[in-house]
């Protein structure tokens, strides 16, 4: 790959501006040419350093070019194993396979059947809709507000954000959508078990009532925390209850573990914390280990659609098997998900402290490296039982001026005013207490601009 000059910089932004299409998102923010990453680091073609708290939404857990994983994959492209297979039998399946295995909860891998899909988050999510359609034979789908499933129509159908669905005809119909669990905003006005179990009770009268006006679902999805909707967590109490409902009613329950899954959370997936068995969980993103994968784990009872039913070109992509099964294999030997939990708190604690200098930080909320802190209106007054007016277009500054500082955050939630932390599982405490750093002095010129408008 031919290294860009200084000089060259401004030519190849203008050059690729003008033939990306305008659906482009993070180039918006991120408006510089890439050039070479480390670990949680990656630096432009003019040498500026930046930490990188998103890690491609997650999908790189051990941060870049973690030499564990590129030498194993600098070996597989050396070895002359095919690159390509569709989806028949190879040692690099094989071998990801037995890793993915011993990465499942054990109540799910002892009876799991694997789907390969095309290689996105999206796609898994078209495949599970359609296992469970099939299996069940039902049409409609439960989904919950705020939720992020992907962006073909199928996944897109399930999203709470409006915004990309605004201009789409022909989404998936039958699709009902319910109130996800979020004290600092609950839709109930109530929050906290209250309004957790207020949710759950009208989830449950509409399956009950036969005069709902709804029919009983294929299946029910959710994420076990919010990711694009915020870094919102659902309680592990919340979740039990929910997994009862679904048992009772007979309802296969599906979380989608695409941005949460592989340690980020403290647990190889979030919803082993709540103890529940989903039906079937969905992975993506960290489960390539920087390279593009997709599956869906399922248990062996629902195995019954056809062959063909779901397929797909690059199913299983080659380097991808071999970069997941050696990011698995790392993250489990070195026991990254404990240390996530450990280096979330040294971040929580360093946003605390920065809430306390800055009065537009509100809630900030999440688990292991998963991390959301919402910027509200400094000057709204506090009003009991409810939280503050969110800011949207501050932490849409705030993140500009985190770019500027040497600092990659991505926003997120209602009206995009969230700022979300997604760093390497491997990130130290150093580089912790930097973004905390860079963080702070982005707010404190972000504020001043504000003020001085």
């Not at 095919?82 to 109540?107: C, N, R, S, W, Y």
């Not at 409902?245 to 980020?264: A, C, K, M, S, W």
């Not at 993103?285 to 599956?295: E, I, N, Q, S, V």
Request: charged share 20%.
């Amino acid at each position: 790959m031919r290294p860009f000059s200084t000089e060259a910089h401004a030519d190849a932004l203008r050059f690729i501006e003008s033939r990306e299409s305008n659906a482009r998102t993070y180039a918006r923010t991120f408006n510089k040419v890439m050039a070479r990453g480390m670990f949680s680091k990656i630096w432009d073609v003019e040498q500026r350093e930046y930490i990188d708290a998103l890690a491609c939404a997650g999908a790189l857990p051990l941060g870049h070019n973690h030499p564990f994983v590129m030498e194993k994959v600098a070996a597989f492209l050396g070895s002359g194993h095919i690159l390509q297979g569709l989806d028949i039998p190879t040692v690099a399946k094989h071998d990801f396979m037995e890793q993915l295995m011993l990465a499942l909860p054990p109540a799910l891998a002892e009876n799991a059947r694997i789907q390969f899909c095309g290689p996105t988050g999206s796609d898994a999510v078209e495949a599970v809709i359609k296992l469970f359609k099939t299996v069940t034979g039902r049409r409609s789908v439960f989904a919950f507000h705020g939720a992020y499933h992907g962006m073909t129509l199928g996944a897109l159908s399930l999203m709470g954000n409006l915004g990309p669905k605004a201009s789409i005809s022909g989404l998936t119909s039958e699709t009902h959508f319910f109130a996800y669990p979020h004290s600092a905003r609950c839709p109930f006005g109530i929050g906290g078990r209250e309004g957790e179990q207020i949710s759950l009770n009208y989830l449950e009268n509409v399956l009950g009532d036969p005069e709902s006006g709804i029919t009983k679902p294929a299946l029910v999805i959710l994420e076990a925390i919010q990711g694009e909707g915020g870094c919102i967590p659902a309680s592990p109490e919340w979740l039990r209850r929910l997994r009862a409902i679904t048992e009772t009613h007979n309802i296969p329950l599906v979380i989608d573990e695409v941005q949460t899954g592989f340690g980020r959370t403290g647990h190889m997936f979030a919803h082993e914390e709540s103890g529940i068995v989903p039906d079937a969980i969905v992975m993506s993103k960290a489960l390539g280990g920087g390279f593009p994968l997709a599956a869906i784990a399922y248990h062996k009872r629902y195995d019954k659609w056809a062959p063909g039913a779901h397929a797909g070109t690059f199913r299983g992509n080659q380097i991808a098997l071999v970069s997941g099964a050696a990011t698995m294999q790392y993250i489990r030997e070195n026991n990254l998900s404990a240390a996530a939990v450990q280096k979330g708190e040294r971040l929580k604690n360093g946003l605390e402290q920065l809430k306390r200098d800055f009065a537009c930080i509100g809630e900030i909320r999440g688990r292991g490296l998963m991390v959301g802190a919402e910027i509200v209106v400094a000057s709204a007054p506090d009003k009991p039982g409810r939280a503050r007016e969110l800011d949207g277009h501050l932490a849409k500054v705030i993140k500009q001026h985190c770019f500027k500082h040497g600092l990659i955050v991505e926003t997120g939630g209602r009206h995009g005013a969230v700022l979300r932390f997604l760093p390497p599982l491997i990130i130290t405490d150093a580089e912790i207490d930097q973004i905390v750093e860079r963080l702070g002095s982005a707010i404190a010129a972000a504020v001043q601009l504000q003020e001085a408008a």
